[in-house]
């Protein structure tokens, strides 16, 4: 059983849909206070009236991550409602597809910008306060592609969730002298809007190439985080969970139909 996690003031990036809304969910269960941060305001504070309506704290936040005010005026926000910071879930991403061939400069950054760029200044915004209670705790949402896997259409997708570990790897080591840990979530597919939205045969395709048959839920990335999260985890900094029903561990097809 670990250490409950009642009364911590956690931030979630992209709160309010899909894996940033189950992490909300898993936290908020456990009495932790969320603030539900995502561009989109309606959306935000819909999730967080129902994570109150299930008997949780949350508000939301409107704020861009890849813009440093908007970042300053989340830590701020979240400094004010609930008195510090404690945890923050960099989760925030977008995974437009685009083959090279086709893709523009702009669509790189805009990517580029929100996955990776994002981390960096959300956890800028908010280390000063993850550090006053020399414990405070940064679990970032990677995934599988780009550090594990590759998918056509995804090179600026995987270059930022790559990326993203890359950076980890020295923030955990700055980190550590105020406390601080830093530990990333590597998805498989999970059923979130942005990936419903991949279509159908996107999905069902994705779940015959998985070992456990299934996509997984957004709560299953929620409990991964609340592990990172939690007081037993306090010695973990730097490293990855994957948690992708064992979609990267056949090494061909041939693998997958012999089971
Ligand atoms: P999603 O359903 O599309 O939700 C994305 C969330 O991020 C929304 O709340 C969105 O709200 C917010 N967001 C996007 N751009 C933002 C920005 N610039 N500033 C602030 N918030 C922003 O996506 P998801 O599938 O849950 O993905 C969440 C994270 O998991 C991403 O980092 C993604 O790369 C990672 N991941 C997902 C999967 C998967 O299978 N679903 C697998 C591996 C990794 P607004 O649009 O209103 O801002």
Redesign the pocket.
Same mark, same amino acid.
């Given at each position: 059983m670990f250490t409950p996690i009642r009364g911590k003031s956690v931030i979630v990036?992209? #709160?309010?849909?899909?894996?940033?809304?189950g992490i909300a969910s898993v936290f908020a269960k456990q009495g932790a206070r969320i603030l539900v941060?995502?561009? #989109?305001l309606e959306?935000?504070q819909t999730t967080a009236r129902e994570i109150a309506a299930a008997g949780g704290t949350a508000s939301a936040f409107q704020?861009?991550?890849?813009k440093w005010e908007d970042m300053e005026a989340m830590a701020s926000a979240a400094v004010e409602r609930h008195g510090g910071i404690d945890i923050l879930c960099a989760?925030?991403?977008?995974?437009p597809d685009a083959k090279m061939r086709d893709m523009t400069a702009e669509q790189w950054d805009e990517v580029l910008g929100?996955?990776l760029k994002?981390c960096f200044l959300s956890i800028k915004a908010c280390m000063a306060h993850l550090g006053a209670s020399g414990a405070g705790r940064v679990i970032l949402?990677?995934?599988?592609?780009g550090p594990l896997t590759g998918f056509p259409g995804w090179t600026h997708?995987g270059a930022s969730?790559s990326g993203q570990l890359g950076f980890m790897r020295t923030a955990a080591i700055e980190l550590a002298g105020d406390g601080i840990t830093i530990n990333a979530v =590597?998805? #498989?597919?999970?059923?979130?809007? #942005? =990936?419903i939205q991949l279509g159908e045969e996107y999905l069902a395709t994705m779940a015959s190439s998985i070992p456990l048959k299934k =996509?997984?839920a957004?709560e299953d990335?929620g409990n991964a985080a609340l592990f990172f999260a939690s007081k037993e985890a306090a010695f973990i900094t730097g490293q990855t969970i994957v948690v992708d029903g064992g979609q990267t561990l056949p090494e061909s097809l041939e693998a997958m139909q012999a089971a």
């Open positions: 990036t992209g #709160g309010s849909k899909g894996i940033g809304k941060v995502a561009r #989109g959306t935000a704020a861009d991550v890849a989760n925030a991403g977008v995974f929100t996955n994002g949402t990677s995934s599988i592609t997708y969730k =590597l998805p #498989g597919n999970i059923k979130t809007e #942005g =990936l =996509l997984g957004v990335i």
